[in-house]
């Protein structure tokens, strides 16, 4: 199916990836200090933890994956070109969309930047 | 102007060495961070040279020079590619050495419990299988044994850092925190509290020193041992003083009734190399300013001012504890 321009184009697309980055963050830390403050306790394997980690993370970029390629395919409604700069609302839209693309972008490598964690933390 | 660029660059290398120098590195842990920080430095000064040098190419190329090919290959390839590679590879090198040294003392290691008082150090060396040796405001290590620190605080957030044997770790009231250091020569070295702790947070630090380790087993049981009575009169006299002001309330001075636990033990006081947390040399004339100026030389410190002791009281006490080696 065919992207089609919304006249009344909505900005929350935009702010979906780094609210996964933010909201993978958030959970990965607080799994951790809950699993080290109840679960294994100090100087202890913190295997459990760190796959629940892996699996938010494969979420996370999964998640992220998708808003980058509906903000992707907004980029690239119609003919327009970069910059996207004309006061139209198909340009609006492909501006947004190109937007999204980049933020996903960024979200994406934050996420992975926050869990290589995975491969340095053995305990908490 | 030349004399403060001479000043400027004095004081800057003036932190490069010395006994609280991060960068003049003493221990394996504070190696490892010191050579974090050299590539970091190198790091960022090769990617500040990067941006530099493209900033001076694209203000001086002219802009129908650049086709659409080569425009794009600039900006993913220096605002995406280029800073994705060089964080990462920052991020991996530094996240590399952190979890060896979060790791415990192997078994059987020394351990010794630290905790931080406004605002002073108190110390207990728990030796395997002997009971804790108390001392304060002074710590002696083994060469090249890893040793385990026990860190916690009874009051306020305090943080331990010795910076040349390694990084520091705060001092958590409720909370007990852990830190294992590794000196790799012999010397004398400073540590200081690293978090703001109250009015005379930069009036707490402590000396040092790490020896071979015979020397440290006859130090450490030298320590283990209660105090030598005073043999000279004025020093006895301080002795009597000692307890009939009060002081015992809270000093503990092992083998005479002194047993107060507020404040530092001050069994073998007289052989530390510096007296009230790093402040004043250990001489009788420094003991005798600390027991009559305490305040002015330690803002709303616990210990009262002794001023109203008449001079000769005073220096009876200063003999007496001066010879507590």
Same mark, same amino acid.
Request: glycine content about 8%.
């Given at each position: 199916?065919?992207?089609?321009?919304?006249?009344?184009?909505?900005?929350?697309?935009?702010?979906?990836?780094?609210?996964?980055?933010?909201?993978?963050?958030?959970?990965?830390?607080?799994?951790?200090?809950?699993?080290?403050?109840?679960?294994?306790?100090?100087?202890?394997?913190?295997?459990?933890?760190?796959?629940?980690?892996?699996?938010?993370?494969?979420? +996370?970029?999964?998640?992220?994956?998708?808003?980058?390629?509906?903000?992707?395919?907004?980029?690239?409604?119609?003919?327009?070109?970069?910059?996207?700069?004309?006061?139209?609302?198909?340009?609006?839209?492909?501006? *947004?969309?190109?937007?999204?693309?980049?933020?996903?972008?960024?979200?994406?490598?934050?996420?992975?930047?926050?869990?290589?964690?995975?491969? %340095?933390?053995?305990?908490? | 102007?030349?004399?403060?660029?001479?000043?400027?660059?004095?004081?800057?290398?003036?932190?490069?060495?010395?006994?609280?120098?991060?960068?003049?590195? +003493?221990?394996?842990?504070?190696?490892?961070?010191?050579? *974090?920080?050299?590539?970091?430095?190198?790091?960022?000064?090769?990617? /500040?040279?990067?941006?530099?040098? *493209?900033?001076?190419?694209?203000?001086?190329?002219?802009?129908?020079? %650049?086709?659409?090919?080569?425009?794009?290959?600039?900006?993913?390839?220096?605002?995406?590619?280029? #800073?994705?590679?060089?964080?990462?590879?920052?991020?991996?090198?530094?996240?590399?050495?952190?979890?060896?040294?979060?790791?415990?003392? #192997?078994?059987?290691?020394?351990?010794?419990?630290?905790?931080?008082?406004?605002?002073?150090?108190?110390?207990?060396?728990?030796? #395997?299988?002997?009971?804790?040796?108390?001392?304060?405001?002074?710590?002696? *290590? #083994?060469?090249?044994?890893?040793?385990?620190?026990?860190?916690?605080?009874?009051?306020?957030?305090?943080?331990?850092?010795?910076?040349?044997?390694?990084?520091?770790?705060?001092?958590?009231?409720?909370?007990?925190?852990?830190?294992?250091?590794?000196?790799?020569?012999?010397?004398? %070295?400073?540590? &200081?509290?690293?978090?703001?702790?109250?009015?005379?947070?930069?009036?707490?630090?402590?000396?040092?020193?790490?020896?071979?380790?015979?020397?440290?087993? &006859? /130090?450490?049981?030298?320590?283990?041992?209660?105090?030598?009575?005073?043999?000279?009169?004025?020093?006895?006299?301080?002795?009597?003083?000692?307890?009939?002001?009060?002081?015992?309330?809270?000093?503990?001075?092992?083998?005479?009734? &002194?047993?107060?636990?507020?404040?530092?033990?001050?069994?073998?006081?007289?052989?530390?190399?510096?007296?009230?947390?790093?402040?004043?040399?250990?001489?009788?004339?420094?003991?005798?300013? /600390?027991?009559?100026?305490?305040?002015?030389?330690?803002?709303?410190?616990?210990?009262? +001012?002794?001023?109203?002791?008449?001079?000769?009281?005073?220096? +009876?006490?200063? &003999?007496?504890?001066?010879?507590?080696?």
């Amino acid at each position: 199916m065919r992207e089609t321009v919304n006249k009344q184009e909505t900005l929350w697309l935009l702010a979906f990836s780094p609210a996964i980055w933010a909201i993978h963050f958030l959970l990965s830390y607080a799994t951790a200090s809950v699993w080290c403050a109840k679960i294994s306790g100090r100087d202890n394997p913190i295997d459990g933890a760190l796959l629940a980690i892996l699996v938010y993370t494969v979420l +996370a970029l999964a998640g992220i994956f998708v808003v980058g390629w509906l903000g992707y395919r907004r980029h690239r409604i119609g003919n327009g070109n970069l910059p996207h700069d004309d006061d139209t609302p198909e340009d609006r839209t492909r501006f *947004l969309g190109f937007a999204t693309l980049l933020l996903s972008g960024l979200s994406a490598v934050a996420t992975t930047f926050s869990a290589f964690v995975l491969f %340095f933390f053995r305990r908490c | 102007m030349r004399g403060c660029v001479a000043l400027f660059t004095l004081t800057i290398l003036s932190g490069c060495t010395g006994v609280q120098s991060a960068l003049d590195p +003493a221990g394996r842990e504070a190696g490892t961070i010191a050579r *974090l920080f050299w590539w970091m430095t190198i790091g960022s000064m090769i990617v /500040w040279l990067g941006v530099i040098v *493209l900033l001076i190419y694209s203000v001086r190329t002219r802009a129908e020079s %650049f086709t659409r090919r080569k425009a794009r290959i600039m900006i993913v390839g220096g605002g995406v590619v280029v #800073p994705v590679v060089v964080l990462t590879v920052l991020l991996l090198y530094g996240l590399a050495p952190i979890p060896a040294m979060l790791a415990p003392a #192997p078994p059987g290691s020394l351990k010794i419990a630290v905790s931080g008082e406004q605002w002073w150090w108190r110390v207990h060396y728990l030796p #395997p299988g002997q009971a804790p040796i108390p001392s304060a405001n002074e710590i002696r *290590l #083994p060469v090249g044994e890893p040793v385990e620190f026990h860190l916690e605080s009874p009051d306020v957030i305090h943080s331990f850092w010795i910076p040349p044997l390694g990084g520091k770790m705060d001092m958590i009231p409720g909370r007990k925190t852990r830190l294992v250091l590794t000196p790799s020569r012999t010397g004398v %070295f400073r540590g &200081a509290c690293a978090e703001y702790c109250g009015a005379s947070h930069a009036l707490m630090a402590f000396s040092v020193v790490v020896q071979q380790r015979e020397e440290f087993a &006859a /130090w450490l049981s030298h320590q283990s041992q209660p105090a030598e009575s005073p043999q000279e009169l004025l020093a006895i006299q301080g002795a009597h003083l000692f307890l009939a002001n009060g002081c015992s309330a809270c000093h503990t001075i092992r083998g005479t009734a &002194a047993a107060g636990v507020v404040g530092p033990d001050l069994t073998h006081v007289g052989s530390r190399l510096s007296l009230a947390a790093g402040i004043l040399p250990n001489d009788p004339n420094a003991f005798e300013r /600390w027991i009559g100026q305490t305040h002015d030389l330690k803002p709303e410190v616990l210990m009262p +001012a002794f001023h109203m002791l008449p001079p000769e009281d005073t220096r +009876a006490l200063a &003999a007496y504890l001066e010879g507590l080696k």
